[in-house]
């Protein structure tokens, strides 16, 4: 009988090692979330300096993202472990009632974050590829390029971004942050403007054909 209990004791002492282990693993996995969407807001602001280089950069998102669900999950494994062990254990747990509430709020602004910045990479992506086929030169279809509403789109767009620039995250808890620094912003929107100024040029050069032959 003394064997026994000293197996019993012995499970229970490695159950206690098991739930103190999980513990501290959920919590990290917190910081790394944590850290993950700080780097999300401060190095992932680049938009690309044309439609091919955002393609790629959405695609390192998406994988970017990958890595922040894994961290998420493992998160939950754990404390979802720890609650099992706790029942075993008729003991309550000293942070997993801390530690979830921290996993979702990070999880949460961290998808936000994310859908924002997806979101500004689509419409990147739409306003280079047009803009790329306007200042391209397509002499045999003229009228490819002569369409005012093309230009009304992509000027369209370019404004659209240039706000987008400008505006916070909003996390649900209602507080806001901004993607990198006003130097950061600033940096992107000025290319984004000299795109524009030149889809700009172009569609006064179709409207007055007689500046080109000046020009030349």
């Not at 026994?4 to 090692?17: E, P």
């Not at 669900?69 to 747990?93: I, N, P």
């Not at 974050?113 to 790329?132: D, P, Q």
């Not at 600033?186 to 500046?211: C, F, G, W, Y």
Request: glycine share 2%; hydrophobic share 35%.
């Amino acid at each position: 009988r003394c064997e026994d209990m000293v197996d019993v004791r012995r499970l229970k002492m490695l159950q206690m090692v098991q739930l103190f282990k999980c513990e501290e693993d959920a919590a990290q996995a917190v910081e790394w979330l944590s850290e993950l969407l700080d780097a999300l807001l401060k190095t992932h602001i680049r938009l690309g300096d044309d439609a091919q280089e955002t393609k790629v950069l959405l695609e390192k998102h998406r994988k970017f993202v990958d890595v922040a669900q894994s961290t998420y999950d493992y998160g939950r494994q754990l404390l979802q472990a720890t609650v099992v062990l706790c029942q075993s254990l008729r003991c309550t747990s000293r942070s997993s009632g801390e530690t979830l509430p921290r996993l979702n709020r990070v999880w949460k602004q961290f998808t936000v974050a994310s859908e924002e910045r997806v979101h500004r990479l689509e419409m990147a992506i739409a306003f280079h590829s047009n803009a790329e086929k306007i200042l391209q030169d397509c002499p045999e279809e003229p009228e490819a390029i002569n369409d005012e509403e093309q230009f009304d789109e992509i000027e369209a767009v370019g404004k659209s971004l240039l706000d987008r620039l400008t505006v916070p995250v909003v996390y649900p808890d209602g507080t806001e942050q901004y993607f990198g620094s006003p130097s950061d912003m600033a940096s992107t929107a000025e290319h984004i403007r000299d795109r524009m100024k030149l889809v700009s040029l172009k569609r006064q050069q179709l409207r007055h054909p007689e500046m080109m032959t000046a020009e030349s």
